[in-house]
């Protein structure tokens, strides 16, 4: 019998500059996800949860998701590929909405390397610069970020350990 375990984020070894993640799968934002998004987060902006408002006094004409609920979700659908063993993130660069997101849209995601550097104080992690890009169902890019990561080596990772024993199929 073999077990597998699913990777879930990368040491600093595994980042190579120029790398692209594709990542999967993609999420399609319901007026519901912008809803309880804008709820919970307090953005309260009729352009996000009021229809009326949206259709006779904004640009667009009709709802737009909150900008943040784009950028929470492409940087969530990046943690499997890049951050998932992450030490911290440190720091976010810049983020930059390029195009509006509808309800309805269906985002998807692809980050590239840009740089990985050891640590010069301590030798067992690094830091690594990651771009993501976020685009719709059309192929056009709604969102774009520059992230650094702090990455374990992967020598001196902590082993992932679950509440139970290796014996629940004997």
Known sequence: MTSYERAFGRYFEDFTPGDVYRH???KTITEADDHL???ITMNHHPLHTDAYFA?????QGRNV???NLVYSLVLGMSV????????????????IHRHPTFHGDTIYAE????????????PDRGV????TKGFNQEGREVCYFRRKVMVWRREHAPARQRPYGEDVWD
């Open 128 to 131: 690594v610069t990651v771009e």
């Open 24 to 26: 999967w799968p993609g």
């Open 55 to 59: 259709e006779h006094e904004s640009v």
């Open 65 to 67: 998701v909150v900008g």
């Open 37 to 39: 998004f804008c709820m």
């Open 80 to 95: 499997p590929d890049v951050s998932g063993s992450a030490i911290a993130n440190l720091e976010v660069q810049s983020l």
């Open 111 to 122: 980050t590239r390397v840009i740089e990985a550097v050891p640590s010069s104080s301590k």
